[in-house]
DNA sequence: TCTGGGGTCCTAGGACCC
DNA sequence: TCTGGGGTCCTAGGACCC
């Protein structure tokens, strides 16, 4: 899966006369367990994260409960409990097929698709006849609850960040039939007017509060300050914002393929000690990413091991320690990840914490094709062996790939299920990626 | 008792060099 | 003994996104 872009790159130059549709998949992670549990529909439904530990994804029902995003589920428990409220443990094989079938509908309806997550692409439209946009986005609408069974909402418009707030209209109101055009000035200034500054893509958390503090309450309230009392009081990315909001493109396709780190992390159901448990969980982490690197046809420099206590456990100790290891030949080899891994573990590991998180990232990437031999010599039998090695283990893994399991793995990983120890109370079936179905289609 | 995971970019400040 | 100033690289932390 490569659909996990989500940084925002910026051009310095506008274009002229952009159009941009924004298709968003509504509650995706819930609409695609409901694609197999139409049963499900107009019922409260939320989806967890890893662990089961908190909401990510809601129907509207859910949201009509009052049950935020982010919510952790020990709080909610009860209402699954007594039927109010249906649940799923997360279930990203699923997900990120569906995801697949969505983009490629979306990819055969217009010359140019940028995927920017799992469950949003922005289309281009230039070249397009505007007269023939609307009809389009109603299409694909259709096409895709029909051949997918996911509803999508399209917001059209000149720049990306009005297409996102464009979307947000056609999610939002029913009358819109899934599809909002911001075709017109007087539209755009309609819709700014009527959206809270924070609910504006570029503005988090962070900033909201001091925008309200300083009397900016919605995006056309933003919009109609000076472009210089902007760039005195925030960053660039803000003035940018402010320039997308104004419909003057400036942020630019993302194109670098390569991705700049890999992360590999999770929570665990109780919290570790030992640190022999943990030896374990980060060679699983390690040989995670290589895996992702040797995927991606990628090497890494650096190997970045980290663990966390738990943080909402005031009465324990804290400790958020991490340590990079500078490879001098960049690696890719499950072998040489744990190793660097481990390395690190063993210089911030220290007896008496207990810890509930931990992960490993590999940084510095290059091509692996592009890998520099080391000053001291480097044995290039041994590298060989190890990549035949790894070779090996990828095609073997790959065939039980979808359930998360690794049937291979060095002798230095936990043995049995990857996902051993992260809970998963309740999982919905691997329904399109089954293995049977992954063979017959090779 | 129980609180996710995986990315990107920008900026300020220190190290280092000339 | 004098001990400026500018450029560049690196890193950590903060901000954002889904």
């Known amino acids: 899966m490569s659909l996990r872009r989500c940084g925002r790159r910026f051009s310095r130059f ?3 006369d952009s159009m941009y549709a924004l298709v968003d998949c509504n509650n995706f992670f819930v609409s695609c367990e409901r694609v197999f549990r139409p049963d499900l529909d107009g019922r409260p439904v939320v989806v967890l994260s890893n662990n089961d530990g908190c909401v990510v994804s809601r129907s509207n029902e859910a949201k009509a409960m009052g ?4 919510q952790p589920f020990f709080r909610i428990r009860s209402f699954v409990e007594n039927g109010q409220l249906v649940a799923f443990s997360s279930n990203y094989a699923l997900y990120g097929d569906l ?7 979306l990819a055969d309806a217009v010359p140019h698709i940028e ?3 799992i469950d949003e692409a922005f289309l281009h439209l230039e070249g397009i006849d505007p007269d023939k946009v609307p009809g389009l986005c109603r299409d694909l609408v259709a096409k895709v609850r029909k051949w997918v069974g996911v509803p999508v909402s399209i917001g059209v418009a000149p720049t990306k960040t009005l297409a996102k707030i464009a979307s947000h209209f056609a999610k939002k ?3 819109y039939k899934g599809v909002c055009l911001m075709e017109t000035d007087a539209k755009r200034l309609k819709a700014l007017s009527l959206t809270p500054i924070d609910d504006v893509w570029g503005i988090g ?3 909201a509060p001091k925008m309200l503090a300083k009397g900016v309450k919605t995006a056309l309230d933003f919009v109609q300050r000076p472009r210089e009392w902007v760039g005195e009081t925030f960053n660039v990315n803000v003035l940018r914002t402010w ?3 104004q419909g003057q493109p400036c942020l630019e396709e993302e194109k670098e393929e390569r991705r700049k780190s890999i992360c590999t992390s999770r929570s665990f ?3 570790i000690e030992d640190e022999k448990e943990l030896q374990l969980r980060i060679s699983d982490f390690a040989a995670m990413c290589a895996r992702k690197l040797r995927q991606e046809g990628s090497a890494a420099y650096d190997v970045t091991t980290f663990l966390y206590t738990n943080r909402f456990r005031d009465d324990l100790q804290q400790y958020f320690p991490s340590a990079t290891i500078r490879l001098e030949v960049a690696a890719n080899s499950a072998q040489e990840i744990i190793g660097a891994a481990l390395r690190g573990f063993r210089t911030v590991y220290r007896i008496g914490y207990q810890y509930k998180k931990a992960g490993v990232v590999v940084s510095n990437i290059v091509p692996e094709d592009e890998i520099q031999g080391s000053l001291f010599g480097f044995n290039d039998v041994l590298r060989h062996k190890q990549d035949k090695l790894s070779e090996v283990m990828d095609a073997v893994n790959a065939a039980a790939e979808t359930s998360g399991n690794s049937l291979l793995r060095l002798a230095v990983q936990r043995p049995g299920h990857y996902a051993d120890g992260i809970r998963s109370e309740f999982r919905s079936s691997l329904y399109s990626t089954s293995l049977d179905e992954i063979i017959k289609v090779r």
Request: charged share 25%; net charge positive; aromatic share 4%.
């Open 205 to 207: 958390r962070r900033l």
């Open 115 to 117: 995927i920017y997550s």
């Open 269 to 271: 159901a109780e919290m």
């Open 67 to 70: 049950i935020p995003m982010g």
């Open 243 to 245: 320039e997308e909001l």
């Open 14 to 16: 506008a274009q002229n």
């Open 99 to 105: 995801s697949a079938r969505v983009m490629s509908l």
């Open 173 to 175: 109101h029913r009358g």
